[in-house]
């Protein structure tokens, strides 16, 4: 039987076993290769999604910061516009104040100095050296008088 089987191969065994050995090494390597390439797919998928989360992390970041400074600046913009408003006020009431001591300082001079009949122009009078006299006199009284506060 062995002379059956060796009259039948042609081949010899040893190159049937090297075969088999470089056919197993051969699909043995094409594994390896596939499994390192998926391996380093799958890292490079990773990568990726880790990129475009740090992408996203940046950009909230971004438009948290550029939210605050947005904030930030109304605040500061409604702050000089109240700032404003208060100097407004203020200056508003200051010349409304002043235009009342001055109305009242007028009131006070009408009622202070009355012009003698033969010196009121509306009645056909005239004014003369005397009466001007008499004006200022009258004045710079009504000025102590009112700057003393006893009118």
């Avoid at 740090?54 to 605040?75: F, H, I, M, P, Y």
């Avoid at 509306?122 to 008499?134: I, L």
């Amino acid at each position: 039987m062995a002379d059956y089987l060796q009259e039948r191969t042609t081949v010899p065994l040893f190159i049937h076993i090297a075969a088999s050995a470089f056919i197993g090494s051969v699909a043995s390597a094409f594994v390896c290769w596939q499994f390192v390439q998926w391996r380093a797919n799958a890292a490079m998928e990773e990568a990726q999604m880790q990129m475009k989360r740090v992408v996203q992390e940046q950009q909230a970041q971004r438009q948290a910061r550029d939210r605050q400074q947005a904030d930030a600046q109304l605040r500061v913009q409604a702050a000089q516009r109240a700032a404003l408003a208060a100097v407004q006020a203020a200056t508003e009431g200051e010349k409304r104040q002043q235009l009342e001591a001055q109305n009242r300082r007028e009131e006070t001079w009408a009622r202070f100095y009355t012009k003698r009949a033969q010196r009121d122009e509306s009645k056909g009078g005239s004014w003369t050296v005397e009466c001007a006299n008499e004006f200022i006199r009258a004045k710079r009284r009504f000025e102590e008088l009112y700057a003393a506060g006893n009118i």
